[in-house]
């Protein structure tokens, strides 16, 4: 008969995952049949043992949270998913075997499960896994003296396919930095072109400047016209160049391809940056070569 699941244990949901290290042959122990009823009494003791179970698996001390778990099933043998809790516990702390034992009673004892899929391919994962660490006796052969093999050389490094690399980042660099310096320029280009236009506006057409602040106003503007573009231009320059060093550039072993964290012995990336101030327009580089 299928028992129920008490409503206090909101077990952990064990999630199926890869086990850890295998240990030696353990000795394992079945789970006695269900045959009464929990009292009040014995369902709140298995309530605070498996809280405390809890906190300890929590912290890693599996051995602690298997003898609280297995004290709180004791006390409530209906609990069935407790076994859950109890077979991820065991798998942790090394016990597969034991680990598989608490699996299955679970399996007997909740046939309609909706995990009983995947329960049961965990099994099959630990029974195989449980295989594969016994140790088998190895077959004893006779081997026939033979002569000293001579040596043929050194053997090559095997070299790890697919891994050419990735291309460097510098080329991208200087390419972000010519289209941001591009768009400044072009900024300041407009901006002087409209103070241009506004002047000879103001002027009928740049030829009726009597006022002599006019006319050094608007040789000024025109002066920044002509560096805002020359600034563009170059901006536009430097990306195109950094996009084509990109395309052309071979790719870089692992090794090198990947900067270390910071190091004053190492060489820094040159920056170039604009530098804008009242009557002033241009680009600043610094760094290392």
């Not at 995952?17 to 369902?43: N, S």
């Not at 909706?114 to 190895?138: G, H, K």
């Not at 001579?150 to 080329?171: A, F, H, L, M, Q």
């Not at 103001?202 to 503007?221: E, L, P, S, V, Y």
Request: aromatic share 6%; charged share 20%; with cysteine.
């Amino acid at each position: 008969m299928r028992l129920p699941l008490k409503p206090w244990l909101t077990a952990i949901t064990v999630s199926i995952l890869t086990p850890v290290i295998v240990v030696a042959q353990e000795q394992v122990k079945p789970y006695e049949e269900c045959t009464r009823e929990p009292t009040e009494g014995d369902v709140g003791a298995a309530k605070g043992a498996f809280q405390a179970g809890q906190a300890a698996f929590n912290e890693a001390d599996y051995p602690k949270a298997i003898t609280y778990w297995e004290d709180a099933f004791r006390r409530d043998c209906t609990a069935n998913a407790l076994l859950l809790n109890l077979a991820r516990a065991y798998e942790l702390n090394g016990q597969k075997r034991q680990g598989v034992v608490a699996l299955q009673t679970y399996l007997q004892r909740e046939p309609s499960s909706p995990q009983r899929d995947q329960i049961q391919r965990r099994v099959d994962v630990l029974n195989s896994q449980i295989a594969a660490s016994t140790p088998t006796a190895a077959p004893t052969t006779t081997v026939a003296p033979t002569a000293t093999p001579t040596s043929t050389g050194p053997v090559p490094p095997d070299t790890p396919p697919g891994t050419g690399g990735k291309k460097p980042i510098v080329p991208l660099v200087i390419a972000g930095v010519g289209g941001a310096v591009a768009i400044v320029g072009g900024i300041l280009y407009l901006g002087a072109a409209s103070d241009v236009k506004e002047i000879e506006d103001r002027c009928g057409g740049g030829r009726q400047c009597n006022q002599q602040a006019d006319i050094d106003a608007g040789n000024d503007a025109r002066k920044r016209q002509t560096l805002a573009g020359v600034i563009t231009i170059s901006g536009v320059g430097l990306a195109i160049g950094g996009l084509v060093w990109y395309l052309v550039s071979e790719p870089q072993a692992p090794q090198t391809a990947k900067l270390s964290g910071p190091d004053p012995k190492k060489r820094a990336l040159p920056r170039v940056a604009p530098e804008l101030a009242p009557g002033f327009a241009g680009l600043s580089f610094s760094g290392n070569f």
